[in-house]
T-cell receptor, first 115, second 111 residues
């Protein structure tokens, strides 16, 4: 497809387990962002990749969260030892250039529920 | 101070009504803005870009007031399908800028 693809669309896990969320951005987009959105809340920035530059990890809430972007394309967000407060929709977005000038295209999100 | 502030609403209007809501921003250097809409349990999608004093696209008009640092969105002849949350996002400078999304303004259009 031509849009941003995220998987899984839904993930239910038990507290303490690790989860991996995947994002496949639009081909050619150099910028990739991860946000999360809790019910009724705004989007919370997590991490930003721009080309080959070091990622901006300033939004990651704890060291249980990490992300990689391989080959400047697919990104994986990993949450270790999940907690109930990690339950949210995790949204990935890509942009042709940086978000300072370009529109962000979002995937449909991965809904994480931690029991 | 938050980068953008919006009245969360909800704005509850009948079909056919005209409705407007504002977004105030703190960074006077912001040159342009995006309005996104987010339907319930969906991802945000771009509604309009505002690069100068304003923009008009069909029933939607955005106006930028740099002196007072706010941007407004006017929706004329509201449709049921306009029901969504509207998010104001300023652009920034440099490749390290992170777009900030607030809670937005909720609009409910009823029959």
């Amino acid at each position: 497809g031509a849009g941003v693809s995220q998987s899984p669309s839904n993930k239910v896990t038990e507290k303490g387990k690790d989860v991996e969320l995947r994002c496949d951005p639009i081909s050619g987009h150099t910028a990739l962002y991860w946000y999360r959105q809790s019910l009724g809340q705004g989007l919370e920035f997590l991490i930003y990749f721009q080309g080959n530059s070091a990622p901006d990890k300033s939004g990651l809430p704890s060291d249980r969260f990490s992300a990689e972007r391989t080959g400047g394309s697919v990104s994986t967000l990993t949450i270790q030892r999940t907690q109930q407060e990690d339950s949210a929709v995790y949204l990935c977005a890509s942009s042709l250039t940086s978000g300072s000038t370009g529109e962000l295209f979002f995937g449909e999100g991965s809904r994480l529920t931690v029991l | 101070r938050k980068e953008v502030e919006q009245d969360p609403g909800p704005f509850n209007v009948p079909e056919g009504a005209t409705v407007a809501f504002n977004c105030t921003y703190s960074n006077s250097a912001s040159q342009s803005f995006f309005w996104y809409r987010q339907d319930c349990r969906k991802e945000p999608k771009l509604l309009m870009s505002v690069y100068s004093s304003g923009n008009e696209d069909g029933r939607f008009t955005a106006q930028l007031n740099r002196a007072s640092q706010y941007i407004s969105l006017l929706i004329r002849d509201s449709k049921l399908s306009d029901s969504a949350t509207y998010l104001c996002v300023p652009t920034g400078e440099g490749g390290s800028y992170i777009p900030t999304f607030g809670r937005g303004t909720s609009l409910i259009v009823h029959p």
